[in-house]
């Protein structure tokens, strides 16, 4: 019985590709698939050192199909994790050390945030000046988020997000 | 013999995490890792919906480290395909059907581009007039390239691609 199980995993390794697990640093699950790009945004890995894998549209059995983010070697602040919560509310955070699973928490959408999104209004002083970093206060009308400028006072909604 | 080697691949499963090959699509191979979300947005893979792998900085015998993406269900025309040599001139292009290689192929640099890069000239029409989209000759300069833009004639080099 154990052999023929271990030959099985043999067979369909032939059909796989076996990406290495991360023996540390951090995993981003549950993000809905069309919008993994804008969290590797988020968190910056266009510029990472480290091996970082993305999966997009992959089965999931909570949400039919999702997207993931490893990101060996990096743990991230609650802070710049929390602004992952602006696109993807659902999303896991889930921390490895040494191969195992050592902390596994949820997003938090953030009161405020700076420099993520670009304010929709464009006369905004931030449109109009490229050293001036954008900034709002996140607030949420009907389920869905809001951000108001701190400049102009400006609603930008969420189907207007446009990241910087 | 062969039990062993069985069972030395069940006990890595532990340390792995295996994501699906693709029965059909394509993968595109040995990416400069800091290219790999450059060749996601000239695939346009942000919009995608089928199952999409990526890796960056991943391990490479030839390279050092590489990126690599797997898209699934989907086959991109040469043209789409040589874009890439923009960017990734060390590309590999894989077709895969039914889980097994069908055609390998390297990527060339097109004589012509058009929509994937922004002109580096701030007063070419392509940048005052949001409906006129860029429209490049590809010249090779020194081992570098260099885009001659159809309407203003200015070069956009390498260092300053930006794209759309």
């Known amino acids: ?23 540390n640093g951090t995993v981003i699950d549950h993000i809905p698939a069309d919008k993994v790009f804008q969290v590797v945004k988020i968190l910056g890995l266009e ?5 970082v894998y993305v999966g997009i549209n992959v089965e ?3 949400y039919g199909t999702k997207g993931f983010i490893k990101v ?7 802070e710049v994790l929390n602004k992952i919560a602006l696109v993807a509310p659902t999303a896991s ?3 490895i050390k040494g191969y195992e699973v ?8 953030p009161e405020r945030i700076e ?9 905004c002083v931030t449109n109009k000046e ?22 102009c006072e400006k609603y930008t909604s969420e189907e207007n997000f446009e990241f910087l």
Do not use: W
């Open 130 to 151: 490229h050293d001036i970093p954008t900034k709002f206060r996140v607030k949420k009308v009907d389920g869905k988020i809001r951000l108001v400028c701190h400049y």
């Open 72 to 78: 060996a070697d990096k743990y991230f602040d609650p």
């Open 60 to 62: 999931s059995k909570k």
């Open 47 to 51: 510029t990472v050192s480290t091996p």
């Open 115 to 123: 420099k993520i999104v670009k304010c929709f209004n464009p006369n």
């Open 102 to 109: 050592v902390r596994k928490q949820t997003v938090e959408i």
């Open 1 to 23: 019985m154990i052999f023929s199980n271990l030959y099985i995993i043999a067979m369909e390794k032939r059909k796989e590709l076996i990406v290495s697990a991360i023996e």
């Open 93 to 95: 955070i889930i921390e």
